[in-house]
Each structure stands twice: as structure tokens, then as C-alpha cells.
């Protein structure tokens, strides 16, 4: 299963690489169109802020094409970290600003008096659909941000990590599979999880 990995400036594409690449799983990084259409599945990886996230899509004009490949075509889609975010209705961090709109929901600011922000580190999740997650339930993953995701529709909620409260971990939602956390640095979790993942959708 070729995937496309998305280069769209918001870093992390090279630690995603090498984690498909120890799997042995058949990759590119682009932002280029043709080659998007023609891999068989996509990741959007990233690390940054809501905004200059969405405002790199539009810059690359990827909208359009990851729109007909991922809703229409139906393709495997991975997104990890700002790439689970993007996902969203609405992000407000610094600004309101629009996000793709696949999984209807908003991206706030954690607000924990009690915990240090950002959330950084390595926590265990709790899976709440069990799929390809049922190897990882209770395993530590490694997060680095600031916001979450409330998902409107708690039936898209595959995992979540308690840090204070609970806040969403990873969604899934038909060919959609997200996560908060960074998988590719999740040392054997992560690639525990990459495999689980490509196994279910192949």
C-alpha cells in the first residue's frame, strides 16, 4: 500500500518515513497532486499552529485534492498530532480560523491550572473502539501540544488520554484515522499501531 506522506511545512515527515520505512511500507513525502492520487493511502503529519497549518494547505492547494481522494475516493487517511486537528470545523488557536471539516468538532486550548502546558510526554490511552487498537490499549505514547479535540460526535472517539480529564486521543470515522499523539515517536506502540493500522485498511 503506497502512501503519501504530506509535505506541506509543518514538519515531522522524515520521523514518519522512517517509522513507515522500518515497516516496510512503500512511501513518498509530497505535496505534489499527481502523486497523491496515485498512492493508495495519505498521511498528514504535522506539528505547529492551527492556523499556518490550514494557511500551508491553501498555499499548496492541497484542499481540493485531499478532499476528492480522502472523502470521495474513500483512501486509507492517517493524521497525526496538527494533522488530527486539521480535521476539525473550527480551530481557535491565536484566531478563529476554518479547518477541512471532515470530523465536525472545534480545536480549544487545554485549560488545566493544575497540569503543565503544553502536555508533553508520554502517556498510556484507553481505547475506545477496538479494531486495530485492541494491541495498544493502555500503552504510553508520546504527545507534545497545547490544544484538543472536542469531537462533537463522541461515536467518532477511537482513544483517549486522561490529563486532568479526559481529552481525545484518536479518532476514527470510516476511512479516517487520526491521533493527538505522535505515533512515529512512540518507539515499539507506534509501530505497533502503524502496523495494526495498515493491516486493518489493506
Not at 484542499?63 to 476539525?88: D, H, T, Y
Not at 460526535?153 to 484518536?170: F, R, S
Amino acid at each position: 500500500m503506497k502512501t503519501a506522506i504530506i509535505d506541506y511545512g509543518m514538519g515531522n515527515v522524515a520521523s514518519v518515513q522512517k517509522a513507515l520505512n522500518f515497516l516496510k511500507i512503500e512511501n513518498i513525502i509530497t505535496c505534489n497532486h499527481r502523486e497523491i492520487e496515485e498512492a493508495d493511502a495519505i498521511i498528514l503529519p504535522g506539528v505547529g499552529a492551527f492556523k499556518q497549518g490550514m494557511d500551508n494547505l491553501n498555499l499548496y492547494n492541497l484542499m481540493p485534492v485531499l478532499n476528492e481522494q480522502v472523502l470521495i475516493k474513500q483512501k486509507p487517511f492517517m493524521g497525526f498530532c496538527l494533522g488530527m486537528q486539521l480535521l476539525a470545523t473550527t480551530g481557535t488557536e491565536v484566531i478563529n480560523c476554518n479547518g477541512l471539516g471532515w470530523i465536525a468538532g472545534t480545536v480549544k486550548k487545554i485549560e488545566e491550572p493544575q497540569k503543565r502546558i503544553p502536555h508533553l510526554g508520554w502517556n498510556d490511552i484507553t481505547v475506545t473502539k477496538k479494531d486495530f487498537l485492541t494491541a495498544v490499549d493502555q500503552k504510553d505514547f508520546y504527545f507534545i501540544h497545547s490544544y484538543h479535540f472536542d469531537v462533537d460526535d463522541k461515536e467518532h472517539i477511537a482513544a483517549t488520554v486522561n490529563y486532568g480529564k479526559n481529552y481525545v486521543a484518536a479518532i476514527q470515522y470510516k476511512n479516517i484515522f487520526a491521533t493527538q499523539f505522535h505515533p512515529e515517536k512512540s518507539q515499539d506502540a507506534g509501530l505497533t499501531l502503524l502496523s495494526g493500522i495498515y493491516k486493518y485498511y489493506a
